[in-house]
């Protein structure tokens, strides 16, 4: 998902890139420790913009009555 993320903002004109925190030789305790895979970064000056074509994304990706957290 977080690669799809970035292409989609990418596509927008938006420069974004993926952090993973993943620990392959530690990787059950990285989980515990942080339980998301990574985040996608972009500057802060297309944090708004970016925030709203992810979330735009996000709601077409659900079903009726369901929400993404």
């Given at each position: 998902?977080?690669?799809?993320?970035?292409?989609?903002?990418?596509?927008?004109?938006?420069?974004?890139?993926?952090?993973?925190?993943?620990?392959?030789?530690?990787?059950?305790?990285?989980?515990?420790?942080?339980?998301?895979?990574?985040?996608?970064?972009?500057?802060?000056?297309?944090?708004?913009?970016?925030?709203?074509?992810?979330e735009g994304f996000?709601?077409?990706?659900?079903?009726?009555?369901?929400?993404?957290?």
């Amino acid at each position: 998902m977080a690669n799809t993320l970035r292409d989609l903002l990418e596509q927008n004109g938006i420069p974004a890139m993926v952090r993973s925190f993943q620990i392959p030789a530690y990787d059950g305790l990285a989980r515990m420790m942080r339980p998301v895979w990574g985040e996608v970064l972009v500057e802060e000056a297309d944090l708004d913009r970016a925030a709203e074509l992810i979330e735009g994304f996000l709601a077409t990706e659900t079903g009726p009555g369901e929400t993404v957290e």
